[in-house]
C-alpha cells in the first residue's frame, strides 16, 4: 500500500491523504477519497511515493550492507525481519535501532562515524538485491499514460535514490525526487511532502 497525497480538482482544494493499492488492477486506480462518510469523485493532479518498503523492496540491501557494517564492528547483525521494522526514518535512525538491539554504543560520535560508513557502503552497490514490488511499474505506467504528475518523497539520501530509481529504470516515471538530505525538515514533517508537491506544481 502506497501513502500519497492527493487533491479534488477543484482550484483551491486542500491536499489531503489517501491509499493507492499498487496490488489493485491499474485500469481501476482508485478515484476517491472519504469525506466525513461521504465518497467524494476527483480528478488525480499527482501522487507522491515514498521509496523503501513501498515502491521497491529495499530490505535485501539494506540488510546486506548492515551485516556487511556490523562485521567489520564485530558487532551480530539483527535478522532480516528485525531490520524490516526499523527501516522508514533514514538510515541514521535504522543504525540506533540496530545498535540498541546489539546492546552497544549509541552516542553520537558512534553514530556519526558509522552512519558515513553505511551511506558510503550503501552508495558502492545501492541495488543489487532490490527490486519493484509487483504491481508498482505497471501503477505507475498507469498514472503517467493518465497525465499524473509522480515524484519521490524519502528519507534515503538524495544520491542513493536517485541511483536506485535509474537502476530499476524507474527514474523517467518522476518528475521530482527529494531525499532526506535535500529536505529542510524532512518527513514525517509534512514540510518535505509539501516540497515535493510545490515542486511538482
Known amino acids: 500500500m502506497a501513502r500519497r497525497l492527493m487533491r479534488t480538482g477543484a482550484p483551491d482544494a486542500e491536499w489531503t491523504t489517501g491509499v493507492l493499492d499498487l496490488r489493485a488492477n491499474c485500469s481501476k486506480v ?8 461521504r465518497r467524494v469523485n476527483f480528478r488525480l493532479r499527482a501522487a507522491i511515493f515514498d521509496l523503501d518498503g513501498t515502491l521497491v523492496e529495499t530490505l535485501p540491501d539494506i540488510h546486506a550492507v548492515l551485516a556487511e557494517l556490523f562485521a567489520e564492528e564485530g558487532l551480530a547483525v539483527p535478522d532480516p525481519e528485525q531490520v524490516r521494522r526499523m527501516i522508514g526514518d533514514g538510515a541514521r535512525m535504522l543504525l540506533v535501532r540496530a545498535l540498541e538491539t546489539a546492546g552497544r554504543d549509541t552516542t553520537e560520535e558512534a553514530i556519526d562515524r558509522l552512519h558515513r560508513r553505511f551511506v558510503a557502503l550503501y552508495e558502492r552497490h545501492p541495488c543489487r538485491y532490490s527490486a519493484p514490488f509487483p504491481g508498482a511499474v505497471e501503477c505507475l505506467r498507469h498514472l503517467r499514460e ?18 536506485l530509481l535509474d537502476a530499476l ?14 529536505a529542510v525538515r524532512r518527513k514525517p514533517d509534512p514540510e518535505h511532502p509539501r516540497a515535493v508537491l510545490a515542486a511538482l506544481g
Open 146 to 163: 493518465r497525465g499524473v504528475r509522480l515524484g519521490v518523497c524519502t528519507n534515503k539520501p538524495q544520491r542513493a535514490s536517485e541511483q
Open 30 to 37: 482508485r478515484r476517491r477519497h472519504n469525506i466525513g462518510k
Open 169 to 182: 529504470g524507474l527514474a523517467p516515471y518522476f518528475s521530482v525526487v527529494i531525499g532526506g538530505d535535500r
